[in-house]
């Protein structure tokens, strides 16, 4: 089963050098990830500031600067894993360098076959 790991941190909780370890300890784990057939996909988010919000309300389209709701913690990267039940799930988000002073959510992927594939 396919679960998608949502990281939340306050973006400003690192500073450079640290922001810079948790890029390298990250792109280990998504190689070990891949060497156990679990990796799917990976990627750290541009700050929040960058975001774009958009919806769709009575038929017109509003489209405003930043995230949809302000929080203490914004989502700032994911993995996509592929493991074989939510103990496992859980047991990859707890390597996760962000869940060490953020958030690591998990949520189960559910899996469409019409979907377009590589």
Not at 52 to 75: C, N, Y
Request: with cysteine; net charge negative.
């Amino acid at each position: 089963m396919k679960y998608m790991l949502l990281i939340y941190l306050d973006e400003q909780v690192l500073n450079e050098t640290e922001r810079q370890e948790c890029y390298v300890e990250s792109t280990a784990l998504a190689h070990d990830l891949k060497s156990k057939g679990q990796y799917v996909a990976t990627s750290p988010l541009q700050p929040v500031s960058t975001a774009t919000s958009v919806r769709i309300r009575d038929g017109k389209r509003l489209v405003t600067d930043g995230p949809f709701a302000e929080t203490h913690e914004q989502l700032g990267g994911y993995f996509m894993i592929d493991a074989k039940n939510l103990d496992e799930a859980i047991g990859i988000a707890a390597r996760i360098p962000g869940a060490r002073k953020g958030t690591v959510e998990i949520r189960p992927v559910i899996e469409i076959p019409a979907l377009p594939t590589d």
